[in-house]
Nanobody, 122 residues
Framework: VQLQASGGGLVQPGGSLRLSCAVS????????MGWFRQAPGKEREFVAV????????YYADSVKGRFTISRDNAENTIYLQMNSLKPEDTAVYYC????????????????WGQGTEVTVSS
């Protein structure tokens, strides 16, 4: 299983970006998919997850109301729409698939993309 994240870049505070993560797996529709991020000098942290079993989505408190995770099973792709971006959202963003364990913990995930960098600065 390979994950390819894209869509990062430089954006001003208050701006928007949409990240994509293409997944090369015929069983994509069976995977719970998550987004995590890691800022310089910090640990990787949970951002959002799309739980396959019930279609529910969950968000970190820091992004709730600003970020939206979605998926397109026909395209084997998940998205992270990020609005009202803040400087503290600056990080490398990673998509991840197929957790075995607590879905908010990065160590639960079996597959990872390479990361895409998001910088929020004026």
């Amino acid at each position: 299983v390979q994950l390819q994240a894209s869509g990062g870049g430089l954006v001003q505070p208050g701006g928007s970006l949409r990240l994509s993560c293409a997944v090369s797996a015929r069983t994509f529709s069976t995977y719970t998919m998550g987004w995590f991020r890691q800022a310089p000098g910090k640990e990787r942290e949970f951002v959002a997850v799309f739980r396959r079993s019930d279609g529910n989505t969950y968000y970190a408190d820091s992004v709730k109301g600003r970020f939206t995770i979605s998926r397109d099973n026909a395209e084997n792709t998940i998205y992270l729409q990020m609005n009202s971006l803040k400087p503290e959202d600056t990080a490398v963003y990673y998509c991840a698939a197929d957790p075995r364990g607590v879905i908010y913990q990065p160590q639960a995930y079996n597959y990872w993309g390479q990361g895409t960098e998001v910088t929020v600065s004026s």
